[in-house]
């Protein structure tokens, strides 16, 4: 069946960096646009960063010149480089794979902290 593992999440002080990997499973991940996406206390969930299956990235404004999404169709896996990290940033992250004409698939999350 379809998986999407996260890892990486934790603790971090402001500024400083995580590195978030999606580990993908029972799909042709090579044909699926890879994204993450976050949702924190009592907001919904919004879109972080997107790779589509050609390597052209996308970024929410709030993130941009300070996420790095990227992916590697090799080990079907997609990573998310975070540094300059604030406090704002805390929120659990969902890694997330879509291709048209079918239901989006989404990772159980893991949870990001950023706080001194």
């Known amino acids: 069946q379809v998986q999407l593992v996260e890892s990486g999440g934790g603790l971090v002080q402001p500024g400083g960096s995580l590195r978030l990997s999606c580990a993908a499973s029972g799909i042709i991940f090579k044909v699926h646009t890879m994204g993450w996406f976050r949702q924190a206390p009592g907001k919904q969930r919004e879109l972080v960063a997107t790779?589509?299956?050609?390597?052209?990235?996308n970024y929410a404004d709030s993130v941009k010149d300070r996420f790095t999404i990227s992916r590697d169709n090799s080990k079907n896996t997609v990573s998310l480089q975070m540094n300059s990290l604030k406090p704002e940033d805390t929120a659990v992250y969902y890694c997330?794979?879509?291709?048209?004409?079918?239901?989006?698939?989404w990772g159980q999350g893991t949870q990001v902290i950023v706080s001194s």
């Open positions: 790779i589509t299956t050609g390597g052209s990235t």
């Open positions: 997330n794979a879509r291709i048209s004409s079918y239901p989006d698939k």
